[in-house]
């Protein structure tokens, strides 16, 4: 930046290099892009992923003695499943079923 007096003149005039001007504009224009992009792939705006809707959407994640539930579209082909008919998890005799719960598949003590 350049300070000029001319004589007879009482006013200052500054003059600016305009180059440098145009470099800070450019780099001002990408930092407001680039600050809008993040805040479009923010991890707080993701989609939630709905497992279920009802009850009956959820089922054991597990053939055998299962521990927790999944969407039933995600679970197992029990066919040719041979389980034992011990009450070893908490699914097994009744103890507890699957529920959904906030939109989530979750295991709900029966007692």
Same mark, same amino acid.
């Given at each position: 930046?350049?300070?000029?007096? /001319? /004589?007879? *003149?009482?006013k %200052?005039?500054?003059?600016?290099? /305009?180059s440098?001007?145009? %470099?800070?504009? @450019?780099l001002?224009?990408?930092f407001?892009?680039v *600050?809008? &992009?993040?805040?479009?792939?923010?991890?707080?705006k !993701?989609d939630? %992923?709905?497992e #279920?809707n009802?009850?009956?959407? #959820?089922v054991?994640?597990? #053939?055998?003695?299962?521990?927790?539930c999944?969407?039933?579209?995600?679970?197992?082909?029990?066919?040719?499943?041979?389980c034992?008919? !011990?009450?070893?998890? @908490? &699914?097994?005799?009744?103890?507890?079923?699957c529920?959904? @719960? $906030?939109n /989530?598949? !979750? @295991?709900? $003590?029966?007692?």
């Amino acid at each position: 930046m350049k300070i000029k007096k /001319k /004589k007879g *003149i009482k006013k %200052v005039r500054i003059t600016h290099n /305009k180059s440098l001007l145009y %470099v800070i504009a @450019v780099l001002f224009v990408l930092f407001i892009i680039v *600050i809008i &992009l993040a805040m479009k792939n923010s991890p707080e705006k !993701e989609d939630v %992923v709905s497992e #279920c809707n009802i009850d009956t959407d #959820c089922v054991p994640d597990t #053939c055998c003695h299962p521990e927790s539930c999944v969407a039933k579209d995600l679970a197992p082909d029990c066919t040719s499943a041979f389980c034992s008919l !011990e009450c070893s998890s @908490v &699914l097994d005799c009744e103890a507890s079923s699957c529920s959904c @719960v $906030n939109n /989530k598949c !979750e @295991v709900i $003590n029966n007692k």
